[in-house]
C-alpha cells in the first residue's frame, strides 16, 4: 500500500500531465498547458489545475480551466464501464470566435470528430454529481462586429449514465447564468418518494435584451427592433404516474417590457409599455391550455394606409423564401377521433392604448389619434358555444368618445352588444363624405 501510495502521490503526476499535454494538443491540434496534476490513489480521485487550451496559431487563450476534480467508483472495475461520484470544474472559460463564411475558431475540431468513422464500440459510463461552477463563454461575432458572452454561468447535473449504478445523487438540477448581464436561471426539484416521480423546474430570467438578437432571425429583415426586453417565471412539472403516460405541465408568468418596433426604414409602427401572459396551465400532452389575465398596457401604434389598399403593419411581416416541402406536402386532414386543443382565457385586457391613423386611399388623405383605447375580453372558450364577454372603447383629441358593450363567439363568429358614439366630428370624415356629397359641404356638426 505504501508503494501505491508513493506512486500515486508522487511519481503519476507528473507523468499524466506530460501525457495530457501531448494527447490533447494532438487531438484539438493546438496547444495545451496543464499547471499541475494531484493524484489520490486510496480516494480514486484527481485533479487538474491551470489547464489551459491556446488557439491554433497560439497566442490567445481558447480554453482555459482553474481547476478540474473527479472522483472515481470503485465499482468501475466491475460495471465494465466508468463510474463516476462527482465532477467538479471551477471557472472554465472558453472562447468562440466567428469568421465570415459560417466559419468558427472550433470548426476545424468539430468537422474532424464528425467524420471520423464510428468503429461500432460501445462505451458505458455513469457520471454523477456534475457541478460547473462560474464559468464563462465569450462569444466574438466579428462579421456583426458584436460580443456576447454568458458568465457566472453555474451548471448541477445530478448524474449522465448508460450504466446502472448504486451511487448517492447529491446534486440537483441547475441552470443558472447571465446572458449579456440578464440573470437566467433554471433550478430543479425531484420528489424521489411521489408516487408519480415527479419533478419540477423552475425558468426564471429578468429583462432579457432581445435586440441583440434580432440580426441572427433566418428571415429578411423588415423591421427594426431598437427596445424590447423578455422575462419569464415559469414552473414545468414532470410526473410519471403508475400505469399512465407521462405528464407534462407548465405555469407562470411570461412578460415583454419597453418593446419598440419600427419599419426597416425606422418609421414608427408599435410601441408596448408592458405585456404580461399568465399561464394557469399549459398541458401539451394532454392538449390543454389554459391562459389566466393576458394584458397589455399602453400600447401605441403607427397605422396607414397607402393608395395601394396595403396597410402599413403588413409589410413589418418577416418573408421567408418557399420551401419545397411547400408545394409537394397537402395539409393533412384532422383526425376525426383527435381530441381538439382546448383553449380558455380568463381575461384578456388592453389599457391606455394609442393608434395614430392615416389613410391615403380617399381624395383627401385622412388622419386621427385614437386614444384611451380600453379593450377587455372575458371567459373565452374553445371549443365552446358560450360567447366571452367583450368591452370596448375609445376617444379622440376632438372630444369623441366611442364605448362598445356586448360579447363575442367564436364559432360560428358572431359578434353582438351596444356601440355607443358621442360627439362625433361630422366635418372630419369629409374624405369619406366627399363622393357622395359632391355637390354639398359638410362644415360642421357632431352627431351623437
Not at 15 to 23: G, P, Q
Not at 370 to 392: I, K, M, N, T, Y
Not at 393 to 403: C, D, L, N, V, W
Request: no cysteine.
Amino acid at each position: 500500500m505504501a508503494v501505491v501510495g508513493v506512486a500515486g502521490f508522487l511519481a503519476a503526476p507528473p507523468l499524466v500531465k506530460s501525457i495530457a499535454e501531448t494527447k490533447i494538443g494532438e487531438l484539438l491540434h493546438r496547444p495545451v498547458a496543464i499547471e499541475g496534476v494531484s493524484i489520490n490513489p486510496y480516494a480514486l480521485s484527481a485533479e487538474v489545475r491551470g489547464f489551459r487550451v491556446l488557439e491554433r496559431e497560439g497566442g490567445a487563450t481558447a480554453v482555459s480551466v482553474k481547476s478540474l476534480y473527479a472522483n472515481v467508483e470503485a465499482e468501475s472495475l466491475f460495471r465494465g464501464g466508468v463510474v463516476v461520484q462527482e465532477v467538479k470544474v471551477v471557472e472554465p472559460v472558453i472562447s468562440v470566435v466567428r469568421f465570415e463564411g459560417q466559419r468558427y475558431n472550433w470548426s476545424d475540431v468539430v468537422e474532424e470528430l464528425l467524420n471520423k468513422p464510428d468503429d461500432g464500440t460501445k462505451t458505458g459510463f455513469a457520471v454523477h454529481n456534475i457541478r460547473i461552477e462560474q464559468g464563462r463563454i465569450e462569444f466574438d461575432d466579428r462579421p456583426l462586429k458584436q460580443k456576447h458572452s454568458i458568465s457566472e454561468l453555474d451548471l448541477g447535473v445530478p448524474f449522465v449514465s448508460n450504466l446502472p449504478s448504486q451511487v448517492e445523487t447529491f446534486v440537483e438540477p441547475l441552470l443558472a447564468m447571465k446572458v449579456d448581464g440578464t440573470p437566467f436561471e433554471i433550478r430543479g426539484k425531484a420528489k424521489p418518494f411521489s408516487e408519480s416521480r415527479e419533478s419540477v423546474v423552475d425558468l426564471k430570467f429578468q429583462g432579457f435584451d432581445l435586440t441583440r438578437y434580432v440580426d441572427y432571425l433566418p428571415v429578411e429583415k423588415t423591421f427594426r427592433l431598437p427596445g424590447a426586453r423578455f422575462s419569464s417565471d415559469l414552473e414545468l412539472r414532470f410526473a410519471q404516474p403508475p400505469n399512465a403516460a407521462p405528464d407534462l405541465s407548465v405555469k407562470g408568468t411570461l412578460g415583454l417590457d419597453d418593446v419598440e418596433i419600427q419599419h426597416a426604414d425606422g418609421r414608427p409602427a408599435i410601441k408596448l409599455a408592458a405585456v404580461r401572459v399568465g399561464i394557469d396551465k399549459l398541458a401539451p400532452v394532454a392538449g390543454e391550455l389554459a391562459l389566466g389575465t393576458v394584458s397589455i398596457d399602453k400600447p401605441d401604434l403607427s397605422v396607414s394606409r397607402g393608395r395601394d389598399g396595403q396597410l402599413s403593419l403588413q409589410a413589418l411581416i418577416p418573408k421567408r423564401a418557399p420551401l419545397p416541402s411547400d408545394k409537394q406536402a397537402a395539409p393533412a386532414a384532422p383526425s376525426s377521433g383527435t381530441k381538439p386543443f382546448a383553449l380558455s382565457l380568463a381575461e384578456f385586457k388592453l389599457t391606455g392604448g394609442r393608434v395614430h391613423i392615416t389613410d391615403e386611399l380617399p381624395a383627401s388623405p385622412y388622419q386621427k389619434t385614437l386614444q384611451d383605447l380600453h379593450v377587455s375580453l372575458r371567459q373565452l372558450r374553445l371549443p365552446g358555444s358560450e360567447p366571452a364577454a367583450l368591452d370596448f372603447g375609445f376617444g379622440t383629441g376632438s372630444g369623441e368618445t366611442f364605448e362598445h358593450k356586448g360579447s363575442l363567439a367564436i364559432a360560428p363568429l358572431k359578434a353582438s352588444g351596444t356601440l355607443v358614439a358621442a360627439g362625433v366630428d361630422v366635418p372630419a370624415l369629409k374624405p369619406y363624405l366627399e363622393a357622395a356629397l359632391k355637390q354639398a359641404e359638410v362644415l360642421s356638426g357632431k352627431v351623437d
